[in-house]
């Protein structure tokens, strides 16, 4: 569904675009032709200009320091260079460019199963996902749907994909979540109380704790995303006070989707600061990808047994 809406959106934009550039050079005004489409095109960015400007006014005092103009500047830079190749291109047209990888003979390799954010879909972690299969290891990347349905609709499509790898693999999974997809990761743990089918959780992003911008959203995950919203509250109450160990949370003060910066925090998780990298863009981090790739290197168990086998000398 979001991939035929985001299509929609490119193809509005190309043809507005060049549609008014061409009236305009006729009319005898091509530079103003060219103003106006380059203006129609780029508008997401002074978009993301006022959520930076917002971001800047709404900076609380809290575990990270506070974001710097410089800072915040080049992290726009960041995010208009990252959005258009998330939602121009990935996601409306490479959504399935990369499919899941589940090869056979993966007993006892570690997994990973990838959940998008909020008007996301699978398509945002094609880079993840061309490097994992390189490196022979085995994921899925889900949609979550109904696209503007409640965050307690998703894990069961997420219990499908863990299933799968758990089939698979012998192994508890690895689950990456980005915005939304770590709230979503919660909720499955809730629904599914699947604590210990879990290898490790690393949050990007996530709004643990709500945040301020979800005060314009009204769909239903969007109200659920509000700071201290009667879902994310209820949420929390119901998890045992060790699952959030089983967290490693990146978060940003310059995140201008997630904000105040605290409240991409999880209490009891590990949380890792991001310095100077908008939501989108943290996404693609080296540090990121390096955190995940530490926890899919640990070995596992059945790996373990068969390094000590091998060691062992015959008789």
Not at 65 to 71: E, I, M, N, T
Not at 207 to 213: A, E, I, Y
């Amino acid at each position: 569904m979001l991939a035929r809406l985001q299509k929609l959106l490119v193809v509005a934009l190309l043809v507005s675009a060049t549609m008014w550039a061409v009236i305009l050079t006729l009319l005898g005004h091509p530079q103003w032709g060219a103003c106006v489409a380059v203006l129609i095109v780029l508008g997401y960015a002074l978009f993301l200009g006022v959520e930076f400007a917002l971001l800047y006014l709404m900076q609380e005092s809290g575990p990270a320091p506070r974001a710097r103009p410089g800072q915040l500047l080049r992290a726009w830079w960041g995010e208009v260079v990252t959005a258009p190749q998330v939602f121009f291109w990935r996601q409306p047209f490479r959504s399935h460019a990369e499919p899941d990888h589940i090869p056979d003979g993966v007993i006892g390799q570690r997994s990973v199963v990838f959940i998008h954010g909020f008007v996301c879909n699978r398509g945002l972690w094609n880079p993840w996902m061309r490097e994992l299969r390189a490196r022979k290891t085995p994921f899925i990347a889900v949609n979550l749907e109904p696209l503007f349905g409640s965050i307690d609709h998703y894990p069961r499509i997420i219990e499908v994909a863990v299933a799968r790898l758990e089939a698979a693999t012998g192994q508890a999974v690895t689950l990456v979540g980005h915005s939304m997809g770590g709230l979503a990761i919660r909720a499955w743990l809730r629904q599914f109380n699947a604590d210990a089918r879990v290898h490790r959780v690393i949050t990007i992003g996530s709004p643990h704790q709500g945040t301020w911008l979800a005060r314009y959203g009204h769909t239903v995950n969007g109200l659920e995303m509000r700071l201290r919203s009667p879902w994310l509250s209820d949420l929390a109450a119901a998890e045992p006070a060790t699952r959030a160990t089983r967290f490693t949370c990146f978060y940003g003060h310059c995140d201008n989707i997630v904000f105040p910066a605290a409240s991409g925090t999880l209490p009891g998780a590990q949380n890792l600061h991001v310095p100077g990298t908008a939501h989108v863009q943290m996404a693609f981090q080296a540090e990121v990808f390096n955190e995940v790739w530490r926890w899919l290197s640990t070995p596992t168990d059945a790996s373990r047994a068969e390094a000590a086998a091998l060691a062992t000398p015959a008789r």
